[in-house]
């Protein structure tokens, strides 16, 4: 079982930047970050795995949002620049063991707000 403990969301003007942090308890093939605002379904935003670095990304957030690796501290980050009010929602922390299966782990989630 891998713990996952989200940080770093709050209240931005559109415009601003975050940077999410998610530290994981123990070693996935990949990991990622969802969304979900209210009313609406959780979506993609990004995804990246610990052998290769490779990175994936929503065509919403591409140019905008980089999600990068610490390996030595097990930690995921999801660096948001350029937000916009419709970046506001519950971000998710997720992983998984291997490609082409459900996400098995999720985090509890952070609020990212963006004001306009």
């Known amino acids: 079982q891998v713990q996952l403990v989200e940080s770093g969301g709050g209240l931005v003007q559109a415009g601003g930047s975050l940077r999410l942090s998610c530290v994981a308890s123990?070693?996935?093939?990949?990991m990622a970050w969802f969304r979900q605002a209210p009313g609406k379904e959780r979506d993609f935003v990004a995804a990246i795995t610990w052998n290769t670095g490779g990175t994936y990304y929503a065509d919403s957030v591409k140019g905008r949002f980089t999600i990068s690796i610490d390996n030595a501290k097990n930690t995921v980050y999801l660096q948001m620049n350029s937000l916009k009010s419709e970046d506001t929602a519950v971000y998710y922390c997720?992983?998984?063991?291997?490609?082409?299966?459900?996400?098995?782990?999720w985090g509890q989630g952070t609020q990212v707000t963006v004001s306009s």
């Open positions: 997720a992983a998984r063991n291997r490609v082409g299966v459900s996400y098995d782990y």
């Open positions: 123990g070693r996935t093939f990949s």
